[in-house]
């Protein structure tokens, strides 16, 4: 605070704007809103935004000149998007122990706090309105495409601005999220994911540097709004209007129109609109003739989905926020950190993961790690074969009903029903796990054939493990309860003499992880391998 202001007593000025009493009109009612940097008050036709007293480093509201300056900024940057939604800066005074409005003279000694006025607009035209009613379509996202389109392209580029699509200046920031939710670290992100994530930023940084140095020269770095997600787009019938864009740090809005476009992908994907993601990005590809936007929207997207898990991790440890709602954003944060790990070990595009190996290797537990984890069904072969039997998933099938079970028939049947279901989740914008022995070449191409006819993409994983290992854990069986494979000890040299490796597959369509370590060690692996596979991925297909 610099020293001639005291600081305000924030809590008898929050006081004081919930009061429909307060304002300068009639009021019946003010709903207060907190987010991790700002009090909001939506007074009647008006909403007040005050800046919280704060420095995260990354942001400094910290005295009231630099708020007042950032206020003003804020208005100003915002007026780029939307014509008349910003009025202006107001003031507030104490006097006599009372807060008091002051809309005009604004450089006055007495002000002790200032505040962003905006007008209201009506609820039901915001994107996530939209969404919550099931009314978003293609006409919504044409038009913000188009208002996007215009804001980028009518934008004066130059050397100062270019320089914020360097990997070292892109990496400020990178590095910034990762020191500041180590903390978070058990809590709202696990080791691994956050290992994960550090490790695909900084490979893609290395691997694909001429993407980025690309990007530069053909003009796609620029001013852009920074904090582009459902909520701050409005669009009625007349116009589409885009607010609250990033006032407080140069380097969130600077830099390439993909970042920009991520945070709005990353949202819609967030609520399960990959089809709206997709074309709304080839609409922007399309408009801004950007051939190179579909390369690089998955990093930025990685990059936004962790900033909106860094955010709601910040927000679930505010005391002056009620317990229910910390606990709301620190399951949010879970749920954005686990969106960037899945944008780092498989991207976009829906694919279908195939879990195998020989019996015992440990597959269903990586299939169901990262089914868990990445919010994917998984189809487990033994689960379909002892549905399509009829038989119960968490008892050992009688030694007199296995060989129906096994027979030639049912396994064409089990796996059948497992690529159906599959094929059935890409439509829809989702990826799909598939864990199963594909103990021999001619049932993995089958797989390979039914995906290939309809261009779907896919990855084999093939878990391994030492025989002692195995026998290891086949012997432990004998003691768990609700195992749902029937595969046992004694069953280890009949079905290891049936498995023959995958050796026909092209190195680009598989992986394979060892599972000797511990579940954490091998999980490691498990994504650092995905992660390479990913990236080459994308640079063998420029």
């Given amino acids: 605070m610099d020293q001639k202001t005291p600081k305000p007593d924030y809590?008898?000025?929050?006081?004081?704007?919930?009061?429909?009493?307060?304002?300068?009109?009639?009021?019946?009612?003010?709903?207060?809103?907190?987010?991790?940097?700002?009090?909001?008050?939506?007074?009647?036709?008006?909403?007040?935004?005050?800046?919280?007293?704060?420095?995260?480093?990354?942001?400094?509201?910290?005295?009231?000149?630099?708020?007042?300056?950032?206020?003003?900024?804020?208005?100003?940057?915002?007026?780029?998007?939307?014509?008349?939604?910003?009025?202006?800066?107001v003031g507030f005074i104490k006097q006599d122990g009372r807060y008091t409005f002051e809309e005009e003279v604004l450089e006055s000694g007495d002000i002790a706090e200032y505040a962003v006025k905006m007008r209201r607009l009506p609820e039901e035209y915001f994107l996530h309105q939209?969404?919550?009613?099931?009314?978003?379509?293609?006409?919504?996202?044409?038009?913000?495409?188009?208002?996007?389109?215009?804001?980028?392209?009518?934008?004066n580029r130059n050397s100062d601005l270019s320089k914020w699509g360097k990997i070292e200046t892109i990496k400020v920031n990178t590095d910034e999220n990762f020191d500041q939710t180590k903390q978070f670290i058990n809590q709202t992100i696990g080791q691994n994911s956050f290992e994960a994530i550090r490790y695909f930023t900084c490979q893609f940084f290395r691997e694909r540097a001429e993407l980025f140095q690309q990007r530069i020269e053909y003009g796609r770095i620029v001013d852009g709004h920074g904090d582009l997600h459902l909520e701050h787009i409005h669009i009625t019938p007349e116009k589409v209007q885009i607010y609250d864009c990033i006032e407080f740090n140069e380097r969130f809005r600077y830099g390439d129109l993909a970042a920009d476009l991520a945070f709005l992908a990353m949202d819609l994907d967030f609520n399960h609109l990959w089809?709206?993601?997709?074309?709304?990005?080839?609409?922007?590809?399309?408009?801004?003739?950007?051939?190179?936007?579909?390369?690089?929207?998955?990093?930025?997207?990685?990059?936004r989905a962790y900033v909106k898990g860094k955010v709601k991790s910040f927000q679930s440890t505010e005391e002056e926020v009620p317990e229910s709602e910390r606990e709301k954003a620190k399951e949010k944060a879970r749920q954005y950190f686990n969106l960037s790990l899945r944008y780092a070990l498989l991207g976009s595009e829906p694919a279908v993961i195939i879990f195998m190996g020989r019996v015992g290797t440990g597959k269903s537990t990586l299939a169901n790690h990262l089914a868990n984890r990445l919010g994917i069904k998984s189809f487990s072969s033994d689960t379909v074969r002892k549905s399509l039997a009829g038989l119960p998933l968490d008892k050992r099938t009688p030694a007199s009903d296995r060989p129906s079970l096994y027979t030639p028939d049912m396994t064409s049947k089990t796996y059948g029903r497992l690529t159906n279901s599959a094929i059935r989740e890409i439509p829809k914008g989702r990826h799909a796990i598939l864990d199963a022995t594909f103990s021999n070449a001619e049932r993995r191409q089958e797989l390979k054939d039914e995906l290939g006819k309809q261009s779907i993409?896919?990855?084999?994983?093939?878990?391994?493990?030492?025989?002692?290992?195995?026998?290891?854990?086949?012997?432990a069986r004998e003691e768990k309860q609700d195992v749902i494979s029937d595969a046992r000890r004694e069953d280890f040299e009949m079905l290891n003499s049936g498995y023959s490796s995958p050796d026909e597959l092209d190195e680009k369509q598989i992986i394979h992880v060892s599972t000797d370590m511990s579940l954490d060690e091998t999980i490691q692996e498990l994504y650092k391998k995905m992660i390479d596979h990913h990236i080459e991925k994308g640079s063998s297909n420029r």
Avoid: W
Avoid at 138 to 145: E, I, N, Q
Avoid at 285 to 297: F, K, P, T, W
Avoid at 461 to 471: D, F, H, L, P
């Fill in 11 to 89: 809590s008898e000025l929050i006081r004081f704007l919930k009061k429909p009493e307060s304002y300068p009109y009639q009021l019946e009612d003010v709903q207060h809103i907190q987010t991790h940097i700002s009090h909001v008050f939506l007074a009647g036709s008006f909403v007040y935004k005050i800046k919280k007293p704060l420095d995260l480093g990354f942001l400094d509201y910290s005295t009231l000149e630099k708020r007042k300056t950032l206020c003003e900024k804020e208005v100003e940057l915002n007026r780029r998007l939307s014509d008349d939604i910003y009025i202006g800066v």
């Fill in 130 to 155: 939209f969404i919550e009613e099931d009314s978003l379509s293609r006409s919504h996202l044409d038009r913000v495409a188009d208002t996007l389109a215009s804001f980028y392209t009518d934008q």
């Fill in 275 to 303: 089809e709206m993601e997709r074309y709304f990005v080839d609409q922007m590809a399309e408009r801004l003739g950007d051939d190179s936007l579909l390369e690089i929207i998955d990093f930025y997207k990685c990059y």
């Fill in 457 to 475: 993409s896919y990855l084999f994983i093939e878990a391994r493990a030492s025989e002692k290992t195995i026998i290891g854990r086949l012997e």
